[in-house]
């Protein structure tokens, strides 16, 4: 796929990957719904996407990814300002800040609601737009390195993730030209871990949000993946599971 003059739609857009994701496609010439819950910080980056750029690229459209009808508003978005959608990032995504045995307000739901239940809405959606349209497209759903792994610290996170990657996976060679693949990396400094930042920095090092992007790109632009996890660690960076990427074979 070349994302030149493509639309995409990413959740969780106005910080961390999904922002760094959002400036790499417009980048390359592709056109971006917005999505997120904070309307500053999404609204300033819609805004810095289109600074100097002839025609409008960027479009902020606030979301609450457990409300279905606001995901189901970013896809009215992009047919409105853009055409249609030809990538769907599930990227929103938060993490518990306390122990299970201790969250007696129910945090554990929310984590369960936005990191597994919305990307599963956002991948139905995504795939009822693609097939609509009748081009193909790609989704790519936001997992972690805690779904491949067990994580004590955050149990409720990792079963979410686990969750994701099982269900991406389901889409092995889906059909009708759409391809469904989910990145998992392992910590990065990005907001998710601001909860348990001094646990995190006991973990050893951070992988670097450019290269998680690099994640995202490769499982976008290569049409061979479908169905892919893509792992991306400090030590090895991206790794596709299964896979050869650098002429290096990744196994779980």
């Known amino acids: 796929m070349r994302v030149e003059n493509k639309v995409a739609i990413i959740t969780g857009a106005s910080s961390g990957f999904g922002r760094a994701l959002a400036e790499r496609l417009v980048s390359k010439g592709a056109k971006v719904i917005l999505a997120?819950?904070?309307?500053?910080?999404g609204l300033r980056l819609a805004n810095e996407l289109d600074y100097g750029k002839k025609e409008k690229v960027a479009v902020f459209v606030?979301?609450?990814?457990?409300k279905y009808d606001q995901q189901a508003a970013l896809f009215d978005a992009a047919q409105l300002h853009f055409g249609g959608v030809d990538i769907i990032v599930n990227n929103a995504g938060i993490a518990e800040y306390k122990p299970l045995w201790?969250?007696?307000i129910g945090i554990w739901k929310k984590v369960v609601e936005i990191d597994l239940m919305a990307v599963i809405e956002g991948t139905r959606l995504g795939i009822e737009a693609l097939k609509k349209q009748g081009r193909g497209g790609v989704i790519i759903n936001t997992a972690s390195l805690a779904g491949l792994y067990p994580q004590p610290?955050?149990?409720?996170?990792?079963?979410?993730?686990?969750?994701?990657?099982?269900?991406?996976?389901?889409?092995?060679?889906f059909g009708d030209n759409i391809r469904i693949n989910a990145v998992a990396p392992s910590f990065s400094p990005t907001k998710i871990?601001?909860?348990?930042k001094e646990?995190?920095?006991?973990l050893g090092a951070l992988v670097t949000v450019e290269v998680v992007i690099d994640a995202?790109?490769?499982?976008?632009?290569?049409?061979?993946y479908?169905?892919?996890?893509?792992?991306?660690?400090?030590?090895?960076g991206v790794s596709v599971i299964g896979k050869t990427v650098g002429g290096k074979k990744s196994k779980l």
Do not use: H, N, W
């Open 193 to 196: 871990i601001e909860p348990i």
């Open 153 to 173: 610290l955050t149990p409720v996170y990792s079963a979410a993730k686990f969750g994701v990657i099982g269900f991406t996976r389901s889409f092995k060679d």
């Open 226 to 236: 479908s169905g892919d996890v893509a792992r991306v660690t400090p030590q090895f």
């Open 216 to 224: 995202f790109m490769l499982l976008i632009e290569d049409d061979s």
């Open 199 to 202: 646990v995190v920095a006991q």
């Open 36 to 41: 997120d819950i904070d309307i500053k910080d």
């Open 102 to 104: 201790e969250d007696d």
């Open 62 to 66: 606030q979301c609450d990814v457990t």
